[in-house]
């Protein structure tokens, strides 16, 4: 309460200026300022997203100066008023342009780069600090000599540069190249733009050039000095090979030369101090790992000043070098995996760094990728474009109208905003608030009282507003979008929301830094306008330990909706609930008469809260659970838990059960009472997720807890029927879905089967997380009509885009130049490139030669209209592929 006692002196010699308060102007001039910043951003943010600037246009080509010395030379072409910065300047400005070589073969780095062009250099005022640059009125071109050491070498890496006109600065970039150099050949230019390239000169993405692969040889990995690189410190060099010891086992061997000062640390030092080596396969290809790794170099164990712990460290008198024996007589594919390290020397240490490498234990560089049947492969490269499919989803083959469904999940998460905001005022942080707040805008005059709360107001959904903003213009749809399946980010959630539960439970407070809201404090004593924003400022800097944690719930759920909008709309309904109280009451003060004092309930209301989060945080382990295939969080396991977090909420507001904050209770009230009935009630029907549905042979699908729990199909002792033996050995794909149906999780595969059968496919993009996945599947697809189509006439096949299981090999999407790392990967670049969609569900009618044969249809709550579009669909396919 200080903060209000502290500005209200202030306040009353600005009030005394009465003419700003005479019109309404003010105050509508006021909003119309807000509301239009807010529409800037928003604008802002739009045209962000839908223009991809590149002013510059990067060329590479090697320049032959003697028979065996090469310059390598990369040329940039800044558009008018842009500029690329040195590779030499500060980086504690700009992102300083770096050219990164990966990987090298018979080639020696001479000397450090030459740069020319239009240099200038001095203080640079969007930075405000000195910089290099080089200007647009001349290229800036990089030139490196090179030796080759054998008649003929090759490199491969990537160049990273920043460029800024006058008022902003694209994020840093990079550029791919590859240079194949001979004694004999001339220097050519190449360009790295992809439509320049011929079919087999076609260079991979940043993310796709990572790996090494070797055969019984040692291949360095340059990340020192000798990169051609400055203002970087690479002190560690890493190297791999293998050795064979048998027909059956190999020795992998990853060796690191330090430097001369610095050290690295062992796999098995204390993870409390230093980031230990970690070396992480992420694809075995058939090939196992026996017993433990070995160590080996200049080893010192003891305490570290720097850490001030005991720790195990190689210094830089040996090489460090990790050996780890293979068992390779089940051999299918290469090792595939990335080495962790860390390295420090006396003052200072480096981060964590990831070194990526494939041993090929075959010697032929093959692997597989499960059944590739049907698709097209180019090298490294997946090309799942099929054209008819692109043509025909524009124009499909029948009239079955569906279209675009009118989406009301933006109101659904307003809504969802809105009630987390009334949830808000009921908590100690802020109903106590609103009588003094309100009662210090009503000291003068009414019209004042009434525009200064309404003022307050708008500042509080302001505040809130821009708050969503900020996360959807950082974050982007794709982010949120991934966020929501990613595995680790739900077990991080999971982690945040157990902490969230605990602090409503008064265990302990989640609080901002006390400095915040005294500055803000400080703002709001100015007064006015400007004072009256900084009051509400405080209040939210205030009250975020009541309201952080169900900000922070309200923010995640958006997320999960893949809404680019999300964040923004369930942030403005959060605002306008805690908005409206302080624009009401100062319009109507006596109304203020009616509110409850505050008391102990206020402290319920918390605790009452605490258990929603420990029981939402369930459903984000649960999302991580399946999207990684850990399969211990099933149906059975999650709904008894959540049976037991609301029976404890029962005993709670009955009075069995009480936490550190609260009041002794002499007799519970109606209100009281009334609540804990309810949590009873809700406790009973969670319970009824027990009963069997013997049409699907799993659990009864509960309305409200769709897309909270898994899946029914998804447990412990329901297990589905057997599916046929036969398709099962020739389509490894072929299982059952929700509700016991027949379904393939591979598209080649389905289409394959659906060319044996006659049949149209169903395709089915659809997620772990995705909650409306979950209401089609358990309350439409149940329907006995629906799951007979399903079963006998189509083929249906379930995409799953967030399916975090790896690929091996690890492929690039040739249509986006993305690496394709794990299965979700793969169909999301499906259904991007043939579809220009990334949302789910979405369900394709496709015919066995790969034409869309109705219009793809969104989620759509209702039976009767899922009904319809299966049966278009279906006799849309007899009608026109009828013989």
Request: aromatic residues 14%.
């Amino acid at each position: 309460m200080i903060w209000f006692t502290q500005s209200l002196s202030p306040f009353k010699h600005y009030f005394c200026i009465g003419y700003i308060y005479h019109h309404y102007s003010i105050i509508m001039s006021y909003l119309f300022k807000q509301l239009m910043s807010l529409i800037t951003v928003l604008v802002f943010a739009s045209t962000m997203v839908g223009q991809v600037l590149t002013p510059v246009k990067w060329d590479y080509y090697a320049e032959k100066i003697s028979e065996d010395s090469y310059f390598l030379v990369f040329k940039a072409t800044m558009d008018e008023g842009w500029t690329v910065y040195s590779q030499f300047t500060s980086d504690d400005g700009p992102v300083p342009t770096e050219v990164i070589y990966e990987e090298s073969s018979g080639i020696e780095i001479i000397d450090e780069p030459i740069e020319e062009g239009h240099r200038k250099e001095g203080f640079d005022k969007l930075f405000e600090t000195n910089v290099i640059k080089f200007l647009d009125d001349e290229p800036f071109i990089i030139k490196q000599k090179v030796k080759l050491v054998d008649g003929s070498a090759s490199t491969t890496g990537y160049l990273t540069y920043m460029t800024c006109d006058d008022n902003k600065c694209l994020p840093p970039t990079d550029v791919e190249f590859t240079f194949n150099l001979s004694k004999e050949e001339k220097g050519e230019e190449r360009s790295p733009e992809p439509d320049r390239y011929q079919e087999d000169d076609l260079n991979l993405s940043a993310s796709s050039i990572e790996t090494i692969s070797m055969e019984n040889e040692s291949i360095e990995i340059p990340t020192g000095d000798d990169q051609g690189t400055s203002g970087l410190l690479n002190p560690v060099v890493w190297s791999f090979s293998q050795e064979e010891i048998s027909d059956k086992e190999i020795k992998l061997k990853f060796s690191a030369d330090i430097e001369k000062g610095w050290t690295v640390y062992s796999q098995y030092t204390n993870d409390e101090g230093p980031v230990p080596t970690e070396i992480v396969y992420e694809s075995m290809g058939g090939n196992t790992v026996v017993g433990e790794a070995v160590e080996s170099g200049y080893k010192k164990e003891g305490y570290d000043t720097y850490f001030d712990m005991d720790v195990i460290k190689f210094l830089s008198d040996e090489p460090y070098q990790i050996e780890q024996i293979i068992d390779i007589s089940k051999a299918t594919g290469p090792i595939k995996g990335y080495l962790t390290y860390m390295t420090c020397d006396d003052t200072k240490c480096l981060p964590p760094t990831d070194v990526e490498f494939t041993f090929d234990v075959l010697g032929n560089g093959t692997a597989m990728i499960g059944n590739e049947e049907g698709m097209k492969i180019e090298g490294q490269y997946l090309d799942q474009l099929i054209p008819s499919l692109k043509s025909t989803y524009k124009d499909p083959l029948s009239d079955c109208e569906e279209g675009a469904a009118v989406s009301t999940s933006l109101v659904w998460t307003f809504i969802f905003g809105f009630i987390g905001g009334l949830l808000a005022l009921l908590t100690p942080c802020v109903f106590p608030m609103i009588p003094i707040t309100v009662s210090f805008f009503t000291k003068d005059t009414k019209r004042k009282g009434w525009m200064n709360g309404l003022i307050y107001g708008a500042s509080i959904i302001t505040i809130y507003v821009v708050m969503g903003l900020l996360i959807t213009i950082l974050l982007g749809p794709e982010a949120l979008n991934r966020l929501s399946t990613n595995w680790i980010a739900n077990s991080l959630f999971f982690v945040i929301f157990i902490a969230f539960a605990f602090s409503f439970f008064g265990f302990y407070e989640i609080t901002l830094p006390s400095s915040w809201s005294t500055r803000s404090d400080q703002m709001a004593d100015k007064g006015g306008l400007f004072g009256i924003f900084f009051m509400a400022t405080t209040l939210a800097l205030v009250s975020f330990s009541c309201t952080g944690p169900i900000i922070g719930t309200a923010i995640v759920q958006a997320a999960s909706q893949g809404q680019y909008t999300g964040p923004f709309t369930v942030m403005l309904g959060f605002s306008t609930a805690l908005a409206l109280p302080f624009g009401l009451f100062a319009a109507f003060p006596a109304w203020l008469n009616t509110l409850p004092r505050s008391g102990s309930w206020m402290n319920s209301v918390k605790v009452v809260l605490g258990f929603l989060e420990l029981a939402l945080a369930l459903k984000f382990l649960s999302v991580a659970d399946m999207t990684n295939h850990w399969g211990f969080l099933k149906y059975e396991l999650f709904m008894g838990m959540w049976v037991l977090i609301f029976l404890g909420m029962t005993a709670y507001l009955f009075g069995f059960i009480k936490f550190p904050h609260d009041s002794p209770i002499k007799k519970l009230s109606k209100l009281r009472i009334g609540f804990a009935l309810a949590s009873l009630a809700f406790t009973i029907y969670l319970g009824t997720g027990f009963m069997k549905n013997t049409d699907t042979n799993s659990y009864n699908a509960l309305s409200l807890m769709s897309g909270l729990a898994p899946p029914t199909n998804y447990n412990y002792f329901c297990p589905p029927e057997d599916v046929d033996a036969e398709i099962k050995n020739k389509y490894p794909s072929y299982t059952k879905c929700a509700n016991n149906i027949n379904c393939f999780k591979d598209y080649y595969e389905a289409i394959a089967y659906a060319k044996e059968v006659d049949k149209p496919i169903l395709v089915d993009f659809t997620g772990y997380g995705c909650v409306n996945c979950r209401k089609t599947e358990e309350h439409i697809w149940v329907d006995e009509d629906i799951r007979d189509k399903l079963n006998n006439d189509v083929v249906l096949v379930s995409l799953y885009v967030d399916d975090d299981r790896k690929l091996d090999p690890v492929y690039i999407s040739k249509s986006r130049n993305e690496k394709l790392r794990n299965v979700g990967k793969k169909w999301a670049d499906f259904q991007i490139v043939n579809f220009e969609q990334n949302s789910q569900p979405l369900y394709v009618f496709v015919s066995p030669d790969e034409k869309v044969i109705s219009s793809p249809r969104p989620y759509k709550e209702g039976v009767e209209g899922y009904h319809t579009f299966l049966e278009c669909g279906i006799k849309s396919y007899e009608m026109l592929y009828e013989e």
